[in-house]
């Protein structure tokens, strides 16, 4: 009976847990865009939330008068120290390495005019582009210190000073890695994007000329100094380095398409990391997914980004009905401030997505 009583949760376990899930989209988004990594994000904030818990659970504690800031400085500083594990498991890497790929919302069309008004549409739209695949490719030449201060300031709009505060650092020396990021990922990231309904239809017309073998179509539609990412990590076809130039590239991918031993693939247009997208399957398996960055002005291909790695594709599935659905942000509730039993509540529910 007293051990019964000892496992219940107590009013003051339900209130943690209450505040950790409701900073929790925020948390995976800061952390996600530190580490491109969705299972690392859910470590890094299984970590936070124990940390938390330990904190809430202490029967005389300082109160905390600012959860979120207090919950963000935690995990922030938990997905900084886990970067040296990350940079150890990325030089043995085989071939480029890209984000983990997210899937988010895709907008309908007819509610467009109605969230251009709604007071959350900025956050939302903050959101998409601080995820996007190009953006996160650049983010990965910063220094980690540079790119928490980047996510921090430029995505979610922290100011010197609390970015300071969370990071432990003078608000001179923040101002500085500011500005250095800025300047880095301004030099590298393109400045217009091309409209997302331009982009949808680039993608259809450039998906069907690479898996229809209309390698004129293909090239058409490629700019001259295209680039073709690809990240099999050793476990799917890929080419070892980044493919660059519209000839290169056009038979690199006539080739993935003539040489593919599937004998049937479901294309799935999608918003992933924000962007419009396509993700093939291949029965219920989750074969690739692709997105392609276009010249606002020219309407051609800039860069492919193509992940067939099966590790990275786990949280992309076909969801109910067919449709493809991902949802690795999506969090259990966790009883009383304890785990439940067989899972961790700062990380994704496996089965959530089906």
């Given at each position: 009976?007293s051990?019964?009583?000892?496992q219940?949760?107590?009013?003051?376990?339900d209130?943690?847990?209450?505040?950790?899930?409701?900073?929790?989209?925020?948390?995976?988004?800061?952390?996600?865009?530190?580490?491109?990594?969705?299972s690392?994000?859910?470590?890094?904030?299984?970590?936070?939330?124990?940390?938390?818990?330990?904190?809430?659970?202490?029967?005389?504690?300082?109160?905390?008068?600012?959860?979120?800031?207090?919950?963000?400085?935690?995990?922030?500083?938990?997905?900084?120290?886990?970067q040296?594990?990350?940079?150890?498991?990325?030089?043995?890497?085989?071939?480029p390495?890209?984000?983990?790929?997210?899937?988010?919302?895709?907008?309908?069309?007819?509610?467009?005019?109605r969230?251009a008004?709604?007071?959350?549409?900025?956050?939302?739209?903050?959101?998409?582009?601080?995820?996007?695949m190009?953006?996160?490719?650049?983010?990965?030449?910063?220094t980690?210190l540079?790119?928490?201060?980047?996510?921090?300031?430029?995505?979610?709009?922290?100011?010197?000073?609390?970015?300071?505060?969370?990071?432990?650092?003078?608000?001179?020396?923040?101002?500085?890695?500011?500005?250095?990021?800025r300047?880095?990922?301004?030099?590298?990231?393109?400045?217009?994007?091309?409209?997302?309904?331009?982009?949808?239809?680039?993608?259809?017309?450039?998906?069907?000329?690479?898996?229809?073998?209309?390698?004129?179509?293909?090239m058409n539609?490629?700019?001259?100094?295209?680039?073709?990412?690809?990240?099999?990590?050793?476990?799917?076809?890929?080419?070892?380095?980044?493919?660059?130039?519209?000839?290169?590239?056009?038979?690199?991918?006539?080739?993935?398409?003539?040489?593919?031993?599937?004998?049937?693939?479901?294309i799935?247009?999608?918003?992933?990391?924000?962007d419009?997208?396509?993700?093939?399957?291949?029965?219920?398996?989750?074969?690739?997914?692709?997105?392609?960055?276009?010249?606002?002005?020219?309407g051609?291909?800039?860069?492919?980004?193509?992940?067939?790695?099966?590790?990275?594709l786990?949280?992309v599935?076909?969801?109910?009905?067919?449709?493809?659905?991902?949802?690795?942000?999506?969090?259990p509730?966790?009883?009383?401030?304890?785990?439940a039993?067989?899972?961790r509540?700062?990380?994704?529910?496996?089965g959530?997505?089906?």
């Amino acid at each position: 009976m007293s051990e019964a009583l000892a496992q219940r949760p107590t009013p003051a376990d339900d209130h943690a847990t209450e505040v950790f899930l409701g900073h929790r989209e925020l948390l995976f988004s800061v952390v996600y865009n530190m580490l491109g990594s969705v299972s690392d994000t859910e470590d890094v904030l299984q970590e936070t939330w124990l940390a938390w818990a330990r904190h809430s659970s202490k029967p005389v504690r300082d109160e905390i008068d600012n959860p979120r800031a207090y919950l963000v400085r935690i995990a922030v500083n938990q997905a900084l120290t886990r970067q040296a594990s990350i940079s150890r498991r990325r030089e043995t890497y085989v071939g480029p390495w890209l984000p983990e790929p997210l899937m988010t919302q895709t907008p309908d069309a007819h509610d467009h005019a109605r969230a251009a008004g709604a007071a959350d549409a900025a956050e939302s739209a903050v959101r998409n582009e601080s995820v996007s695949m190009a953006l996160l490719v650049v983010l990965e030449t910063l220094t980690p210190l540079e790119r928490a201060v980047f996510v921090l300031r430029e995505v979610f709009g922290y100011s010197h000073g609390e970015i300071a505060e969370i990071l432990g650092r003078s608000t001179s020396a923040i101002r500085q890695l500011a500005h250095r990021a800025r300047e880095h990922v301004q030099a590298r990231r393109p400045r217009y994007q091309a409209d997302p309904e331009v982009r949808q239809q680039v993608t259809e017309r450039f998906l069907a000329a690479a898996l229809g073998g209309d390698l004129a179509g293909l090239m058409n539609l490629l700019a001259p100094d295209v680039t073709l990412w690809t990240d099999g990590g050793g476990k799917a076809p890929s080419a070892l380095r980044p493919v660059l130039g519209r000839d290169k590239v056009a038979r690199t991918l006539h080739g993935y398409a003539g040489n593919s031993r599937q004998p049937h693939l479901d294309i799935h247009y999608r918003h992933v990391n924000g962007d419009p997208s396509a993700v093939v399957f291949s029965g219920d398996s989750t074969y690739a997914v692709m997105i392609v960055d276009v010249n606002r002005d020219t309407g051609q291909v800039t860069d492919v980004y193509l992940v067939t790695n099966p590790d990275k594709l786990q949280g992309v599935r076909l969801g109910k009905g067919g449709a493809a659905d991902g949802t690795p942000g999506r969090a259990p509730t966790p009883r009383g401030g304890r785990p439940a039993q067989g899972r961790r509540p700062g990380t994704a529910d496996p089965g959530a997505a089906g």
